[in-house]
């Protein structure tokens, strides 16, 4: 019911007291005149509000263009793949170019450090070994003659002390022993190992000669505890790896290893706790040593001919060839070192033999002795193998 119909003679609702303002007229009517103008109004609004067309709500058609793909012929293609394949051949000759440049450089680094370690890992061979000027020992005023001598056992230690300085020492017998020993021992003298030796020290007419040799324990010989001791055995043309530090109660103070003539006495750190030893022939320094690719932790020092094969004597060099050298581990200082003899014409011992105890003799010791008067222990020296 609209209010103005209230007031209208020709509607069949009207205020029944007549009331001045509807709006505020108590009467029912009045009341229900009102309430449905306002719900009207609210309908008004709501309509208007949600309906009425607004620019910012009008929905706006979206044109979505598809792209234009046009159709590539037959030589356009071709023309296509030939420069993407040769855009690829580009860019992978690139990379190769680029990779040839590092390997280079990784080669050039590869060649230099080698050479390095070479340099560091070499000794003396072919002419390095010489002086040029050096002369030959002059022959012995008294010719080099057989002698018979008598031996006497010894500790091979004992040869090695005080007399080394005067007293030629060799290792001649060894050799001559090969042949007699048992299959186990000929293995570990000949490839290198641990093996029992006895000193013996031969008189002969001029003088005296130590020589060390084997005892055959594998073949059931039995050491004398005060003439023999073990040690470390390195064949000629051979190398033994034994401890940096040995342990007196367990291994091994001694090495020993045949006489030089030309001969290396080389030793190569080899790790924390071993050295390796090498004996190398006169002649094969590059074969045996240089050459060799592996040194573990590289040269520590070593004795070479020059170093037992010259002498001076006034201002001239002399050429002895021989010498004898072993390897002693100094306690006090611990380190291994290399102590060596120059020996000038040096005596040869040949056809040692041994009469065996009886109720009535002693054990007799005999051998011949190659020497002169004048053969000597020119000089003596110590290389320290220290790292």
């Given at each position: 019911m609209n209010l103005a119909d209230i007031f209208d003679p020709s509607k069949p609702h009207k205020c029944p007291v007549m009331h001045p303002n509807p709006l505020e007229c108590p009467c029912a009517s009045c009341e229900m005149a009102r309430e449905s103008a306002a719900s009207k109004a609210a309908l008004d609004r709501a309509t208007a509000s949600n309906f009425a067309p607004t620019s910012s709500l009008m929905p706006v058609k979206q044109v979505i263009k598809e792209p234009v793909i046009t159709k590539e012929s037959p030589g356009e293609k071709i023309e296509r793949q030939g420069k993407e394949r040769l855009q690829e051949r580009k860019k992978s000759w690139q990379e190769i170019q680029a990779s040839e440049a590092r390997y280079a450089e990784h080669r050039k680094k590869i060649v230099a450090d080698r050479k390095v370690e070479k340099q560091n890992n070499h000794i003396y061979v072919g002419e390095e070994r010489e002086f040029p000027d050096a002369i030959l020992s002059p022959m012995p005023a008294s010719r080099m003659g057989m002698n018979d001598a008598i031996g006497k056992r010894v500790l091979p230690s004992d040869l090695l002390d005080s007399s080394f300085a005067n007293q030629p020492v060799?290792?001649?017998?060894?050799?001559?022993?090969?042949?007699?020993?048992?299959?186990?021992?000929?293995?570990?003298?000949?490839?290198?190992?641990?093996?029992?030796?006895?000193?013996?020290?031969?008189?002969?007419?001029?003088?005296?000669?130590?020589t060390i040799q084997v005892i055959d324990t594998f073949s059931g010989e039995q050491p004398d505890k005060n003439t023999s001791e073990m040690a470390y055995w390195v064949a000629q043309g051979k190398y033994l790896n034994i401890p940096k530090h040995p342990d007196p109660h367990r291994d091994h103070l001694y090495v020993f290893t045949p006489n030089f003539s030309g001969c290396s006495f080389v030793v190569d750190d080899w790790g924390d706790e071993v050295i390796r030893v090498y004996h190398v022939e006169g002649g094969k320094e590059d074969k045996q040593y240089n050459d060799v690719e592996n040194h573990g932790k590289g040269l520590i020092n070593y004795m070479s001919f020059r170093d037992y094969g010259f002498y001076q004597k006034g201002s001239t060099t002399i050429k002895n060839i021989t010498g004898f050298a072993f390897m002693r581990y100094n306690t006090q200082i611990r380190n291994w070192e290399i102590h060596y003899q120059k020996q000038e014409h040096a005596p040869c011992i040949s056809q040692p033999m041994t009469s065996a105890k009886s109720l009535f003799s002693q054990e007799k010791h005999t051998a011949k002795v190659l020497a002169s008067k004048e053969s000597r222990v020119v000089e003596t020296g110590t290389i320290v193998i220290k790292r």
């Open positions: 060799s290792t001649d017998v060894v050799a001559l022993q090969i042949s007699s020993l048992s299959p186990e021992t000929q293995k570990e003298v000949r490839e290198s190992g641990e093996l029992v030796f006895s000193g013996m020290q031969y008189k002969y007419t001029h003088g005296t000669v130590g």
